[in-house]
C-alpha cells in the first residue's frame, strides 16, 4: 500500500476508535501500528500525522453537526486562546499522544 492509503486508513481509525471509545484508543492504535507496519522509514511521524488528521476529520463532524464555533470561543476564552488556537492545540494533543506511543513501542534496530 502507498504511504498515503496507510495514513489515510491509520487517520480514519483514530477518529472511529477515539468515537467509540475514547481520546486514549490514540495511543493504543499507535502502538499497534508501529509493530505491525512498522516497514514504514518514519513511523512515529507517520502516527503523529495520521492521528492529528483523524481528529481533524472528527472536528469536522462535529462542526458539521454542532455548535463547535460557540465551544471553540469559550473554551480558548477560558484558556486565553483564540478559537482557532483550541483547535490547534486539540490537534497537537492528538499528535504528541500517538507520538510518544509510537516512539515507546517501536521496534528498535539490531546494532
Known amino acids: 500500500?502507498?504511504?498515503?492509503v496507510v495514513l489515510l486508513a491509520f487517520a480514519?481509525?483514530?477518529a472511529a476508535g477515539t468515537a467509540?471509545?475514547?481520546?486514549?484508543?490514540?495511543?493504543?492504535?499507535?502502538?499497534v501500528?508501529?509493530?505491525?507496519?512498522?516497514r514504514d522509514r518514519a513511523p512515529v511521524a507517520s502516527c503523529m500525522a495520521g492521528a492529528a488528521?483523524?481528529?481533524a476529520l472528527l472536528l469536522g463532524?462535529?462542526?458539521?453537526?454542532?455548535?463547535?464555533g460557540l465551544v471553540a470561543r469559550r473554551?480558548?476564552?477560558?484558556l486565553d486562546l483564540p478559537p482557532w488556537g483550541f483547535a490547534l492545540l486539540t490537534l497537537?494533543?492528538?499528535a504528541l499522544l500517538a507520538g510518544t506511543a509510537s516512539r515507546a513501542a517501536k521496534p528498535s534496530l539490531p546494532r
Open 1 to 4: 500500500m502507498t504511504r498515503a
Open 12 to 14: 480514519l481509525a483514530v
Open 20 to 31: 467509540a471509545l475514547g481520546w486514549w484508543m490514540v495511543p493504543v492504535l499507535a502502538a
Open 33 to 38: 501500528r508501529v509493530r505491525v507496519i512498522s
Open 53 to 55: 488528521l483523524g481528529w
Open 61 to 68: 463532524w462535529a462542526a458539521w453537526h454542532g455548535p463547535v
Open 75 to 78: 473554551v480558548g476564552g477560558a
Open 92 to 94: 497537537i494533543f492528538a
